[in-house]
């Protein structure tokens, strides 16, 4: 099930991927990220079977990290939405030149 | 190569058709709230996959973290902000953006599909066939996760206690009031 498992979390990624690239709103795209980070566990737990137990363990931290991520990534969304009152990018342009 | 049972392999395409399906749906829906619920949907699935792959505690940890914590945020935040109904114009980018994310999937998607011909070696194990069964019977599904954890890896676990500790303090200070930081 090693092939099924590695194309199952490449296909998630691509989808993470994508909606990165098309979508605008600032929640949604944070949300995607979520996604690819879950697609690159799939792959730890995946390979865990033949390389032994670091994998699984990788997993956990990738967890925390994304954990964290979101704790701070969601603040600086709060304080963008609190200076313009909108979470889409077509507003939030300030630093285009 | 291994030999699954034809219930093993049924379940196991069936979860990831699953988490295909929903992930497709969850980027392409407008309002954020449905995307979010679509998405713990796909963790959902993938916890089921990591029960197939001898992964019993991580598959907890995806369904109480994942699904449990870090969705139950982003819910939070939507609510907190009113952003729970979708706009009246989608936010979806136009033609070149997406054109670009097509390109971009395409040229991934080939590439898997160049690694799966290669193919993959699965019947070389590294660490001896049924490894993680055998380590199962012995630590039971919490230990054989937490032997390497607190052994090889305990620096590294004390390195993210601090990374969590920067994570809150970083929270707290950008979600503070413009007001309330003059004092």
């Known amino acids: 099930m090693l092939a099924e498992s590695l194309g199952l979390s490449a296909i998630l990624f691509v989808i993470g991927v994508i909606g990165v690239l098309t979508r605008r709103n600032a929640i949604i795209i944070f949300m995607c990220v979520e996604l690819m980070l879950n697609a690159v566990n799939l792959t730890f737990v995946a390979l865990s079977r033949y390389y032994g137990m670091g994998g699984q363990v990788f997993v956990l931290f990738v967890m925390t990290v994304a954990a964290a991520e979101a704790a701070v990534g969601l603040a600086i969304i709060i304080s963008i939405f609190r200076h313009k009152q909108t979470v889409d990018l077509r507003n939030i342009n300030v630093l285009k030149g | ?183």
């Open chain 2, 1 to 183: 190569m291994d030999n699954y049972g034809l219930f093993y392999q049924f379940h196991f395409y069936l979860f990831g058709i699953i988490a295909i399906v929903a992930a497709v749906t969850f980027v392409t829906r407008r309002s954020p709230v449905a995307a979010a619920m679509w998405l713990v949907v796909t963790m959902f699935c993938l916890a089921a996959e990591y029960v197939m792959l001898d992964a019993q505690f991580i598959a907890a940890m995806q369904v109480l973290l994942y699904a449990g914590a870090i969705m139950v945020i982003f819910l939070f935040v939507i609510m907190l902000l009113n952003l729970g109904e979708a706009s009246d114009v989608t936010d979806i980018r136009g033609v070149w953006g997406k054109l670009l994310a097509g390109f971009v999937g395409l040229v991934l998607l080939a590439e898997v599909g160049i690694l799966t011909r290669t193919g993959i070696p699965s019947g070389q194990y590294v660490v001896g066939r049924d490894y993680l069964g055998q380590q199962l019977a012995k630590y039971g599904a919490v230990g054989a996760v937490a032997r390497p954890l607190y052994r090889d890896y305990s620096l590294a676990f004390e390195l993210t206690s601090v990374l969590l500790l920067v994570a809150i303090a970083g929270a707290v200070i950008l979600g503070r009031k413009e007001s309330s930081s003059a004092r």
